[in-house]
């Protein structure tokens, strides 16, 4: 909106105040892809994060249906300016890959090809069928994406503020990390292909067809870990805090005890929000 190619408002918005925002974009997004919405059970103490959940997808098939095929959506996920190695691949507790390597997670994981761990199952873009769509449509929706998040990395309006959750009790994925346990075989992870998928994180991984006769080991398992970095379960705070890093905010507010969906039933979120808009307001400039 404010951007001088996007809108160009910046001398017409007073100010923004951004809450829970991705700044550069949320890993949550590569793991809902793959692996459907958390969903806690109806029976919790969160019915509601359950239902949602069910609605959106439980599932990364019912997932990727939809935001495969949504601009939007794909936006959501982490930028270049996210930065390395947020992919994660662990054998024997030790990290054996992690991408991206080259700052362009593009082509790196969204756009990747034949491998266990990229973030597109292409069977599950297109369900209807629908002519026009599939994984060459999706691709050219992430190489927009790729250019937008370029262009808007350090577009802040000049008078910002922004609150975020900073939870380690409501932890987001800043990493997400498949865990192939102790597999001991010499094969590599690059070969391995999906034998069993439960669209909820779990995986069982085996050798191609052309090394079934070769003394590999059994097939392996792979579960993708819980997330474990502070933020609100969907944006991490290595995410929110790139508004802080900028430089460019008047008040950013470091905040607990909310899911970001339910950030705005917080009274803390509330009454940062008031603030910054009284603040914004004081800074206008009135005309005798």
């Keep these: 909106m404010i951007h001088p190619e996007m809108g160009s408002l910046g001398e017409t918005v007073l100010g923004i105040v951004h ?3 991705p700044a550069v974009g949320a890993a949550a997004a590569y793991k809902r892809i793959r692996c459907g919405f958390e969903d806690p059970g109806v029976v919790s103490m969160s019915p509601m ?30 930028s270049q300016a996210y930065g390395n190695g947020w992919l994660q691949i662990r054998q024997n507790g030790q990290t054996v890959r992690s991408l991206p390597q080259r700052g362009d997670p593009y082509d790196e994981i969204y756009k990747l090809r034949g491998k266990w761990y990229g973030l597109l199952r292409e069977e599950w873009i297109n369900p209807a069928r629908q002519p026009q769509s599939g994984f060459n449509r999706t691709a050219r929706m992430l190489d927009e994406a790729k250019i937008f998040h ?14 975020y959750g900073a939870d380690a009790k409501h932890a987001a994925w800043h990493n997400v990390v498949w865990d ?14 999906i034998r069993t998928d439960d669209e909820q994180g779990n995986l069982v991984l085996g050798p191609p067809p052309s090394l ?5 080991g059994p097939d392996v398992p792979a579960v993708l870990e ?6 609100d379960q969907t944006v991490p705070l290595h995410s929110a805090e790139h508004q802080l890093h900028s430089g460019k905010f008047k008040g950013v507010f470091r905040q607990t005890g909310y899911e970001h969906q339910a950030s705005y039933k917080d009274e803390s979120a509330l009454r940062s929000t008031l603030y910054s808009l009284v603040c914004i307001a004081q800074s206008m400039k009135w005309k005798e």
């Design 19 to 21: 809450g829970v925002m």
């Design 180 to 193: 192939l346990g102790g597999r001991s075989d010499n094969l590599s992870i690059d070969h391995f292909l």
């Design 150 to 163: 370029k262009e808007i990395s350090s577009t802040y309006h000049a008078q910002s503020d922004a609150h």
């Design 226 to 231: 819980p997330a474990r970095e502070p933020g």
């Design 49 to 78: 994060v359950s239902v949602t959940a069910k609605v959106l997808g439980n599932f990364g098939r019912e997932v990727t249906a939809v935001l495969a095929n949504a601009p939007g959506g794909l936006e959501l996920l982490p």
């Design 212 to 216: 079934l006769n070769k003394a590999l």
